[in-house]
């Protein structure tokens, strides 16, 4: 069953490039938190530096987020703080920005411990508090046809000394980027050490959609994936993306850690298509985003499938695919799908709740993870969000379920 999703899953993908890369070229990439893209229904580049979405905010990004919180900062009597209207420095020429997230959360699986009298009890893993990111960002507008973008990745040990210091291997803990433009509606070249426009870019490291049931603690691409290379991307028409690169994927065979797939010398090229049909009505509009990507290097493939519905200010509804397969013959095989729905009751109070499933298929055995999860996104004031969440995680081995929560302070 899972071999034939995936004959499915491929064919999709192969007809919907053919389609995409026969009507134009090259194109932006989603998202962050692409639940804001389909309730804002704006594409996730004009909220972020980061031309493939992510990281650090444009002034638009910044600014809708400042007046995002139960109480405002004016209602408070910090006007100063209130008036503050974008995130820029030197006329707006150099933008900064940061995110730092604290998780309170069990790391870790189960165990089985005796007593004396050799009664067995289950012991869950501790709660611990684990400093997620700390990570600033920094935009030049160096040119109204050049602009330069960087972000660095602190480590479990980058205060203590080690400046590089990735928690996974094949991690990077920097991005740099120039992105070239030279009229408002060129194409977008962009050249550096970047994340490749691989599906959509979720904020959330827990999610399934890229891991490996398998091996949870070593996903091929990991968080704050970077590598060298270049990539164009264009946008003809508000509805239609698309996107295509090539790069020197060095930290993609690092984290894959085996020649025989992939050498460290080898190349990778990117392609992905995204459509963004909008429905205007009298009364409700619908966004939407259909579409998938195709990294591949050397003996490792991976395929992205995503469909996004949403109405303006009200909600959204997010499936995607995620399939990779290794080896000369193709014998280590992963198929993630993910189903996320998202209510608005306020601008600062969502509402959140997504089932997974990952699958690894390898050496002839079959490892399955199952992922039910249950929480909300919380702005009590502007730039700080909370989200309590309630997990359950069932793999081969263990059941788990814990109540989480996570402190993010972003500017």
Same mark, same amino acid.
């Given at each position: 069953?899972?071999?034939?999703?995936?004959?499915?899953?491929?064919?999709?993908?192969?007809?919907?490039?053919?389609?995409?890369? #026969?009507? &134009?070229?090259?194109?932006? *990439?989603? =998202?962050?938190?692409?639940?804001?893209?389909?309730?804002? !229904?704006?594409? %996730?580049?004009?909220?972020?530096l980061?031309?493939?979405?992510?990281?650090?905010?444009?002034?638009?990004?910044?600014?809708?987020?400042?007046?995002?919180?139960?109480?405002?900062?004016?209602?408070?009597?910090?006007?100063?703080?209130?008036?503050?209207?974008?995130?820029?420095f030197?006329?707006?020429?150099v933008?900064?920005?940061?995110?730092?997230?604290?998780?309170?959360?069990?790391?870790?699986?189960?165990?089985?411990?005796?007593?004396?009298?050799?009664?067995?009890?289950?012991?869950?893993?501790?709660?611990?508090?684990?400093?997620?990111?700390?990570?600033?960002?920094?935009?030049?507008?160096?040119?109204?046809?050049?602009?330069?973008?960087? #972000?660095? &990745?602190?480590?479990?040990? *980058?205060? =203590?000394g080690?400046?590089?210091?990735?928690?996974?291997? !094949?991690?990077s %803990?920097?991005?740099?980027?120039?992105?070239?433009?030279?009229?408002?509606?060129?194409?977008?070249?962009?050249?550096?050490?970047?994340?490749?426009?691989?599906?959509?870019?979720?904020?959330?490291?827990?999610?399934?959609?890229?891991?490996?049931?398998?091996?949870?603690?070593?996903?091929?691409?990991?968080?704050?994936?970077?590598?060298?290379?270049?990539?164009?991307?264009?946008?003809?028409?508000?509805?239609?993306?698309?996107?295509?690169?090539?790069f020197?994927?060095?930290?993609?065979?690092?984290?894959?850690?085996?020649?025989?797939?992939?050498?460290?010398?080898?190349?990778?090229?990117?392609?992905?298509?995204?459509?963004?049909?909008?429905?205007?009505?009298?009364?409700?509009?619908? *966004?939407?985003?259909?579409?998938?990507?195709?990294?591949?290097?050397?003996?490792?493939?991976?395929?992205n499938?995503?469909?996004?519905?949403?109405?303006?200010?009200?909600?959204?509804?997010?499936?995607?695919a995620?399939?990779?397969?290794?080896?000369?013959?193709?014998?280590w095989?992963?198929l993630?799908?993910?189903?996320?729905l998202?209510v608005?009751?306020?601008?600062?109070?969502?509402?959140?709740?997504r089932?997974?499933?990952a699958?690894t298929?390898?050496?002839?055995?079959?490892?399955?993870?199952?992922?039910?999860?249950?929480?909300?996104?919380?702005?009590?004031?502007?730039?700080?969000?909370?989200?309590?969440?309630?997990?359950?995680?069932?793999?081969?081995?263990?059941?788990?379920?814990?109540h989480?929560?996570?402190?993010?302070?972003?500017?």
């Amino acid at each position: 069953m899972m071999k034939s999703m995936m004959m499915m899953l491929r064919t999709l993908l192969l007809c919907v490039i053919l389609v995409g890369t #026969t009507s &134009a070229f090259f194109a932006n *990439t989603a =998202s962050a938190v692409p639940r804001m893209s389909l309730t804002a !229904g704006t594409p %996730c580049s004009a909220c972020h530096l980061n031309v493939t979405g992510g990281g650090g905010r444009t002034e638009l990004g910044w600014s809708s987020m400042a007046t995002t919180g139960a109480i405002t900062y004016d209602k408070m009597g910090l006007d100063a703080v209130h008036n503050m209207h974008h995130n820029g420095f030197g006329e707006g020429t150099v933008q900064l920005g940061a995110d730092v997230r604290i998780q309170v959360a069990k790391l870790g699986q189960p165990t089985v411990e005796f007593d004396d009298q050799g009664q067995a009890s289950v012991v869950s893993p501790d709660r611990r508090v684990i400093p997620m990111q700390v990570q600033p960002y920094i935009g030049v507008y160096a040119k109204d046809w050049l602009k330069l973008y960087g #972000t660095y &990745a602190a480590g479990p040990s *980058t205060f =203590s000394g080690n400046f590089c210091d990735p928690t996974y291997p !094949g991690q990077s %803990c920097f991005a740099a980027s120039a992105n070239i433009q030279p009229t408002y509606t060129s194409p977008i070249l962009k050249v550096g050490h970047f994340r490749p426009a691989i599906g959509i870019r979720h904020d959330d490291h827990t999610m399934l959609g890229l891991g490996d049931a398998s091996q949870p603690r070593q996903p091929a691409i990991a968080p704050n994936y970077a590598d060298t290379g270049a990539e164009m991307t264009y946008s003809p028409t508000f509805w239609f993306q698309t996107s295509v690169g090539g790069f020197w994927a060095r930290n993609l065979a690092e984290a894959i850690a085996d020649e025989a797939i992939l050498d460290p010398n080898s190349p990778a090229v990117i392609g992905k298509v995204m459509f963004q049909p909008r429905f205007e009505g009298e009364k409700l509009t619908v *966004t939407s985003w259909l579409g998938s990507s195709l990294y591949w290097a050397g003996r490792y493939r991976l395929e992205n499938y995503f469909l996004g519905l949403g109405l303006l200010d009200k909600g959204s509804l997010m499936v995607e695919a995620s399939r990779s397969d290794r080896g000369q013959e193709a014998d280590w095989n992963t198929l993630n799908i993910m189903t996320m729905l998202s209510v608005q009751l306020r601008e600062w109070l969502i509402l959140n709740g997504r089932v997974e499933r990952a699958t690894t298929e390898k050496a002839g055995e079959e490892f399955v993870t199952d992922a039910l999860v249950i929480g909300a996104e919380i702005f009590p004031v502007p730039y700080i969000e909370l989200r309590p969440e309630y997990r359950i995680l069932r793999t081969n081995n263990y059941s788990l379920g814990q109540h989480t929560i996570q402190v993010h302070f972003f500017f």
